[in-house]
């Protein structure tokens, strides 16, 4: 059986930065590293796809489908030349037969949709009986791990850091955001079994990326009107270049938490 195999972990970073803004690369550079290749096996479903950066950058083998509900990100998925097929539809109804895939990845995809446990039903339908799921998701701690929230706490305003979190869940859309004790009873409420809860990336970190949002601006510009972040990623990757090794080891450091990552990964099986 065909396994899907890891590119270099040191690349990672620097294939991530060449095509996104640094706080978007940073983070799914850490998220490369969390997934294990000896339990990545085909039929694959990249559910919630996007532009298919991460599947690119993650994994060297094509994987059968890649499914969003936004066609034009689909689009530059495609280019990726990552997928066998690409579906614009939504997680409500998957157009799948039942048990057909053996894994599906939702990488940062199920904190944005309202009803999830809609969308946990259809994962148990369309997984394999030897199945495995794996997750990308917000804890309860990730928007306390904010610029703005952390300098509201040092002022004293107590009241509006409680304001804050609500705007900032809202401006996200971060529909779900739980303590990773609420997440596993979500999931075993769901009928999963052998549930495994990795945190990953420390509060400083988060910090660091949440202020590099700030210099993001222009690349989500030029995704709006090119439909990709970065306009000359050869370039661009060059000029972070001097700087790969340390940001890396920064990375490796914030995966090792022992359950005080702001940022949650979950391996689930059918059972």
Known sequence: MQKIN?????????EYI????????????????????????PKVLDFGCGDGIFNSIAFRKKIECGLDLNYRELLSAKKTGSYQQLINASGYALPFKNEIYRTIIANS???????????????RRILSPSGIIFLTIPTSKFDEASLIYNVLG????????KEFKKIYNKFWKHYHYYTVEEWYNIFQKAGFKDIKLQTYESKKMALMNDALVIFSGFSFMVKKITNRFIIFPKFRKEIFSPFFSSIEKIISKSNRLNGQGVLLFCTLKKG
Do not use: M, N, T
């Open 6 to 14: 890891h590119k270099e972990p040191d690349k990672f970073l620097r």
């Open 18 to 41: 060449s095509q996104a803004p640094l706080a978007l690369a940073f983070e799914r550079a850490q998220e490369c590293y969390l997934y294990p290749d000896e339990l990545v096996k």
């Open 109 to 123: 995809v199920v904190e944005h949709i309202p009803d999830l446990d809609r969308v946990l039903i259809e994962f």
């Open 154 to 161: 040092f002022l004293g305003f107590k009241r509006l850091q």
